[in-house]
């Protein structure tokens, strides 16, 4: 899915200047799945990458929304 996020959190409106998120599901052999996310050329940002990648890096970011959703996976189960 296109990432059309600036730096200060608003709508890019351009493609070109907006990254990429992939999300994979792969089952494994436990019969658990394991959930990879990727989020790629954020070079398109320009001078916001830096201040992205660290949002995305930071521990609210998409390590800890991935962690809610195991969570939420964990309270069903």
Known sequence: MAWQITGQWQ???D???SSEVAVRF???ADGATRVD???RYL???GADA???RTAV???NGW???LDLFAARVQQTT
């Open 15 to 17: 493609l070109a200047k």
């Open 63 to 65: 390590g800890g929304l």
């Open 50 to 52: 830096n201040a992205i």
């Open 11 to 13: 709508f890019e409106p």
């Open 37 to 39: 996310l990727e989020h």
């Open 43 to 45: 070079h398109r940002h």
């Open 26 to 28: 792969t089952r494994e």
């Open 57 to 59: 890096d930071a521990p």
